[in-house]
């Protein structure tokens, strides 16, 4: 049974301790026990949302921490507006369209102007390279 990334970050939330919720520690789990992936944990492709917004992003089977040391399966969030994500390998430029929560944050207040916007939420090393590791979504700003 293949577990949403929403229930894995409600499990998170109430403190179940789950291995598999990405974190600021140095825990992870191990490779072969739960497929990697990220994703928005509070608007879905296609929701229509009002701005300013708190966007909720988590990690499964990868450990969120702080820009810095490279480590194997660690990193942290950026979300690209407008733009699309960038390619695997690449640095993740550091401007208005390409926001960076080097921070090792699972949230972020966005403001977007009314109308639709692309989102593309996405991972990346302890410097800023981009993993394949993505979530683009569409969103309307009422």
Known sequence: ??????????????????????????????????????????????????????????????????AGEVKEGAGHFHVMIDTPCVAAGEVVPNDETHRHFGDGSTSAVLELEAGQHTLCLQFADGVHVATDYTAAIDVTVS
């Open 1 to 66: 049974m293949r577990t949403s990334i929403r229930t894995i970050a409600a499990l998170c939330t109430v403190g179940l301790g789950l291995s598999a919720c990405g974190s600021s520690d140095d825990t992870t789990t191990e490779p072969d026990a739960v497929e990697a992936s990220i994703g928005w944990t509070n608007v879905a492709d296609g929701d229509e949302i009002t701005s300013p917004f708190t966007a909720e992003f988590a990690a499964v089977g990868l450990t969120v921490e702080p």
